[in-house]
């Protein structure tokens, strides 16, 4: 899963997918590389990780269950700036589709989108917004 090999055990000791394991891998990897402080997958509810860039808290979401996803990012939102991370393009176009289908959550989540409150992005986006704010 994304280049990351692991162990099947680790899915069963974690109780997570290794979808997720090697998501939150990848945002350990960025995160190190960058000097960035960030918490433990699942440390706290409504959200994977909480990273702090220049002293500001970004809470991070690992898109994979939208049935996961949407409480989480619809209960974090009113903490600060938080970002969706996904892991491609085509996944994240499919959720701006979901953006449109008129449902309450999506409904919501649109407007926090165009707001800036929460931002869609895939890896290298995310990467890439990292390494700007630390400049």
Not at 50 to 56: A, H, K, L, N, S
Request: with cysteine.
């Amino acid at each position: 899963e994304l280049d990351y090999y692991g162990l099947s055990s680790w899915e069963k000791e974690t109780a997570r997918g290794m979808r997720q394991l090697a998501f939150f891998r990848k945002l350990r990897d960025i995160c190190i590389n960058s000097a960035v402080p960030f918490n433990p997958l699942g440390k706290e509810a409504g959200y994977d990780s909480r990273i702090t860039v220049i002293g500001q808290d970004m809470y991070v979401h690992l898109y994979d269950e939208p049935g996961r996803v949407i409480p989480n990012l619809l209960s974090s939102v009113s903490k600060g700036l938080n970002i969706l991370v996904f892991e491609d393009d085509g996944e994240k176009d499919s959720f701006y589709e979901y953006l449109s289908t008129g449902s309450p959550e999506a409904s919501v989540l649109k407007l926090e989108v165009q707001a800036g409150s929460v931002l869609l992005q895939t890896w290298p986006e995310f990467a890439d917004m990292i390494k700007e704010m630390k400049v």
